[in-house]
């Protein structure tokens, strides 16, 4: 699905790479929005499909349609599970703890709720204890970077919190030796489709390419490649972009995991279309669970 609210260019070069992927691998898409299929939660109304599609590639973040439409038999890629275990950060950092893959020390804000707010912020001396200074708070929804934020000592560390209000957040060491780098390793089908290095030319801590970072294209190390794919397969993902900070030796240390990853910045750097070695995955699987790819139906959501 596309999101019908989220209109760019960017999404619109996102959506090209995929299309022009899917007419290379035989595959005809019809691209629907979450406005076109309302989810009808009594399932009174399914959405007109005609006959079912063979698959749904699913490149949203609306896990109640993405339920919805897995309840109708649908095979989501991503599934909804899936999504929903990358889209809020703090839940992807639970539940990979304890399983070998390193990741900055990482503490999730208490829970408030609309009309209380946070009647005091005594919690954030446990935090500064825990993380010390400066700090990244993150937002635990958000994209592209712009939900995280440097906070450089106790004052900065309350207005961040303040300013995201009851919105869940999370609050995570700061890697000085990463600062402004990054590397990115793109997996599908279990294999690696493709990895960059993206730095920062700005001074921005964070290297994301919609604040102006520039990449390059590289071979992941056996143990950077390893995390990924221990992180990709606890998630149950079928295509994925890890994110990994560098610590001080260089060693990897994940930073995130998407679901829905963006890979314009890929093509561009490497010339690798991600889509690709999707759709190659998304036909393995199909036939192998019995069925053929048919030309005119899948959708792109």
Not at 25 to 39: S, Y
Not at 208 to 221: F, K, L, Q, S, V
Request: charged share 25%; net charge negative.
């Amino acid at each position: 699905m596309v999101n019908h609210f989220v209109i760019s260019n960017y999404f619109g070069e996102l959506f090209g790479l995929i299309e022009r992927s899917a007419a290379r691998h035989g595959v005809e898409l019809a691209r629907k929005t979450n406005k076109e299929l309302l989810c009808a939660a009594d399932y009174a109304s399914p959405p007109d499909f005609g006959p079912l599609p063979d698959f749904v590639l699913f490149w949203d973040k609306d896990i109640h349609l993405a339920r919805y439409l897995e309840r109708l038999g649908l095979r989501l890629f991503n599934s909804a599970d899936a999504i929903g275990r990358c889209d809020d950060k703090a839940l992807t950092h639970i539940l990979l703890s304890g399983r070998g893959i390193p990741m900055p020390a990482t503490v999730a804000a208490p829970k408030t709720y609309a009309g209380l707010g946070y009647a005091d912020y005594a919690f954030l001396s446990d935090v500064e204890n825990r993380l010390g200074f400066p700090m990244v708070v993150k937002e635990c929804f958000g994209s592209f970077g712009y939900q995280v934020y440097l906070a450089k000592d106790r004052g900065e560390l309350l207005e961040t919190v303040k300013s995201i209000g009851i919105k869940p957040m999370l609050f995570q060491e700061f890697v000085a030796s990463s600062s402004g780098r990054d590397m990115r390793i793109i997996l599908a089908g279990g294999r690696l489709v493709a990895a960059m290095r993206r730095r920062s030319t700005n001074g921005d801590f964070r290297a994301n390419m919609a604040g102006g970072a520039r990449a390059e294209p590289c071979d992941p190390t056996a143990a950077q490649l390893d995390a990924a794919l221990a992180a990709y397969n606890a998630l149950g993902l079928d295509f994925a972009g890890v994110d990994f900070l560098f610590g001080e030796n260089e060693e990897p240390l994940l930073c995130e995991v998407n679901s829905n990853v963006h890979f314009t910045g890929l093509y561009k750097y490497t010339g690798v279309n991600a889509a690709d070695a999707i759709f190659e995955h998304i036909i393995e699987t199909v036939k192998n669970n019995g069925r053929d790819v048919r030309v005119c139906d899948p959708h792109i959501l």
